[in-house]
């Protein structure tokens, strides 16, 4: 993991996603002002399709495997790395590329069905030649601990952060920037920013989200279990790098307190909005009022 500037500018084919084009349109924003402050050139993939969200593995791996490398394909012919705010979309398409890379080189019939169902609906095939990549991977290690800190314009000094990592960017596939059981680059983001960072029992663990269409209460006790010891462990907001984690922690937050019978009021934010209030971003920029929970305390303790 490098800490370094890049020497040129960062480009990359942006996959926005559903959930950030939909239900957390401020993440869309604040990914688009934190590539503006750090001059980084996204290149919106307008064609690309759900990753699935890991259901379409559910009926068949094929699917799966084709609709995203579909999707890795446009990056490709970009000659841009694919990258995503979403570690649910990470988590798929960056497994879908490892599967795929893998079977080029061991299982080339399996290889070239996926590229002739392409062929069939007029698409790119899919190389292997790119890279899909978080937009937290892109901050640590393409542009660098150091030059990130070198563009704050406003510490986060006091702002105690606990990092959300959740299921999907640890452990959907061997990405090699961080430690599946106990990382630190989200932490290393807080310092760089002049935060705090609060190491607390299941910041790596689910949110609940993916069962809570069937095993409701026990989803929310889950995301219940997670906000309460950030809390304890003396967190003033949770910081996410996942979409569906921010709206099971945020949005669902009052029927979450309502099922445990516990008070949190803890605000929740997406790591771009975080980075961009560090960058000085005009907090109304970055959606704060769009939040169940509300985010005021937070820039009250910042004097935004």
Known sequence: MTTTPATKQLQYAYYPGCVAQGA?????DSTLALADKLAIELVQLKKAACCGSGTFKEDSQLLE???????????????LPLLTHCSTCQGVIGHVDERLKQAKAEDPSYFAQVNGLLKQEGCSP????????????????????????DRVTHKL????????????????QNNGFDDPLDPK??????TALGAAAIVYPGRTQCCGWPISSYATEQSFAMAGGHLRAAIDAGADCIVTPCPLCHMQLDSRQPEIAK????????????????????????????????????TQSILRKLKL
């Not at 957390?24 to 869309?28: D, F, I, P, V, W």
């Not at 190389?127 to 990130?148: E, F, N, P, T």
């Not at 606990?162 to 640890?170: P, T």
Request: hydrophobic share 45%; net charge negative; proline share 4%.
């Open 126 to 149: 899919y190389q292997g030649s790119g890279d899909v990549k978080h937009i937290l991977w892109a901050l640590v290690a393409d542009y660098g601990l150091a030059a990130l800190a």
């Open 157 to 172: 000094t006091g702002l105690n952060c606990a990092a959300f990592y959740g299921c999907y960017i640890l452990r959907g």
């Open 259 to 294: 099922v445990t019978g516990q008070t949190f009021g803890i605000p929740i934010l997406h790591l771009p909005q975080l980075v961009c209030l560090a960058l000085g971003v005009d907090p109304e920029r970055l959606g704060l009022d769009r939040h169940i929970v509300p």
């Open 185 to 190: 680059s989200m932490e290393n983001v807080f």
């Open 65 to 79: 495997d084709t609709v995203n490398a579909r999707n890795i394909a446009l990056s490709e012919s970009l000659g």
């Open 24 to 28: 957390c349109r401020e993440l869309h």
